[in-house]
């Protein structure tokens, strides 16, 4: 089975503009997980989505958003960007959603915001 | 609450060493751990994890962890360390009562020199 797909690997932006990322799940599994990873601030969730709904929300500002469809598939965007912004985005999957569950990761976007 | 904690920053170990990556957790109900991998400009490899069952717990590319639960710590541990194992290397914990979204530990760096 293929893995966790991020598209793009890399962007550059300018503060101010918006910025789509996309996530391909590994195909069957239902939920989608999306973090953010700064070396100051470790890993950070940002919203997990399951069936297309949003199920958790992390602490972060409504300039983050996302959405999944039909086929699992998951975007999310952030709006007005900040140069804080910058980080490595990471999408993760799995198959249920259950506790039990191991999340499978992606290879990430880098996003840096000049 | 649900937390862990990695208390080193940086691991350093010789070749053909042991090696021992510590996390220490803590939640109110069972915990379920991880451990994961991640190289430069990657994604989270996942390596292993603990549901239930056995204490000792073997997965990907030789790594083992312990589940101790008197001293609620599930540490990392290699026979013979390779220079290609230094990697940054999470943990995480979810709690049995608790949400899906993991918890995830600052990251330990391990550096093997040859």
């Known amino acids: 089975k293929a893995g966790v797909t991020q598209t793009p690997r890399y962007l550059i932006k300018t503060r101010g503009q918006q910025v789509t990322l996309s996530c391909s799940p590994i195909?069957?599994?239902?939920?989608v997980s999306w973090y953010q990873q700064t070396p100051g601030q470790g890993l950070q969730f940002l919203f997990e989505?399951?069936?297309?709904?949003?199920?958790n929300k992390g602490n972060f500002p409504g300039r983050f958003s996302g959405r999944q469809f039909s086929n699992s598939r998951s975007e999310m965007n952030v709006s007005t960007l900040e140069l804080g912004d910058s980080a490595l985005y990471l999408c993760?999957?799995?198959?249920?959603?259950?506790?039990?569950?191991?999340?499978?990761f992606g290879p990430g976007t880098r996003l840096t915001v000049l | 609450a649900q937390s862990v904690a990695q208390p080193e920053d940086q691991v350093n170990v010789a070749e053909g060493n042991p090696l021992t990556v510590k996390c220490t957790y803590s939640?109110?109900?069972?915990?379920?751990l991880f451990w994961y991998v991640q190289y430069p400009n990657r994604g989270l490899q996942f390596l292993l994890k603990?549901?239930?069952?056995?204490?000792l717990v073997k997965g990907s590319y030789g790594f083992e962890a312990e589940f101790n639960k008197s001293q609620t710590s599930f540490h990392l541990k290699k026979p013979s360390a390779l220079v290609s194992d230094s990697a940054l290397y999470f943990c995480a914990v979810r709690d049995e009562g608790g949400s899906y979204i993991p918890t995830f530990g600052r990251g330990t760096s391990l550096i093997v020199h040859p």
């Open positions: 195909s069957g599994h239902r939920s």
């Open positions: 989505y399951f069936s297309e709904t949003q199920r």
């Open positions: 939640v109110s109900g069972n915990p379920y």
């Open positions: 603990y549901i239930t069952g056995d204490n």
């Open positions: 993760a999957s799995s198959l249920l959603g259950q506790l039990t569950d191991t999340q499978y």
